[in-house]
């Protein structure tokens, strides 16, 4: 199976067509069909690794101050508790706890909603642990890899550039920092040049990276998309670009 990075941006992206969410639907019309979604998404941040093992996960709407009708969106995909069982038991000796408190957030189903929008696809999350280092998520993610010869499409969801700080909010389209575009440019030869290992060490790229990521959450789901990745695999970009300024929208496949 493919992996994915997906920059997923303005929770609005959800309900908006643009150029974004039309590469998001590409993508799943010529998916091969899985037998599932892993999605690691920087929503879930939490002390500890944790997976979702519930039949029937709940839409979370994790956010504020948007118009009610992103609230009233539902993405009523099923839930895989053996494929959640299987994480578990790919990630040991890390000890992953089953939480069915949490559900699908935000990082998922504004994604999700347009490459699968029939959501007929059972999707499993996994947290990101706020206690590791990001060498430690890298190896976490290595040992995910045999998912994709079992059927399961592994995604991240976050956004290389992400500063929420600097973000220039309305209707209109905001012109964006210089420094984020330098920063999503970098990271985009890198992962086309293949140098992970430079990705991993983000916080010795500089100025650019730590106004880009001025917190983790959102940078290291990509880093497990890094490690399930193969020497064989034909890299794509299908989205960029900069919203509301300071966030990336930057997305990557390998297949």
């Not at 504004?110 to 959501?119: E, I, K, N, Q």
């Not at 209707?171 to 140098?195: G, H, N, S």
Request: proline share 9%.
């Amino acid at each position: 199976m493919p992996t994915f990075f997906f920059g997923h941006g303005n929770p609005m992206n959800a309900l908006w067509d643009n150029n974004v969410t039309a590469a998001w639907k590409s993508i799943g019309r010529n998916l091969p069909r899985p037998r599932a979604i892993l999605c690691i998404s920087a929503h879930w941040y939490t002390r500890g690794t944790r997976v979702s093992p519930q039949e029937r996960p709940e839409t979370i709407h994790d956010f504020g101050g948007f118009p009610p009708q992103l609230s009233a969106v539902e993405y009523p995909a099923p839930g895989d508790p053996q494929l959640a069982a299987r994480v578990r038991e790919l990630l040991r000796p890390a000890a992953v706890l089953a939480d069915p408190q949490w559900g699908l957030d935000h990082g998922t189903w504004v994604v999700l909603r347009h490459l699968r929008p029939d959501a007929d696809l059972p999707v499993v999350q996994l947290s990101v642990d706020r206690t590791l280092a990001p060498a430690d998520h890298f190896e976490l993610g290595r040992r995910l890899a045999p998912l994709r010869d079992e059927g399961v499409v592994i995604i991240g969801s976050g956004n290389v550039v992400h500063n929420l700080h600097a973000a220039l909010w309305g209707e209109r389209a905001a012109e964006p920092f210089d420094w984020a575009l330098r920063f999503e440019q970098r990271v985009r030869e890198m992962i086309l040049t293949r140098d992970h290992d430079m990705l991993v060490d983000y916080p010795s790229l500089g100025a650019d990276a730590l106004l880009s990521i001025p917190t983790p959450d959102h940078y290291l789901p990509l880093l497990y998309i890094l490690a399930v990745t193969r020497p064989s695999d034909r890299i794509t970009i299908p989205a960029a670009g900069i919203q509301n300024g300071s966030v990336s929208m930057l997305a990557i496949g390998y297949s």
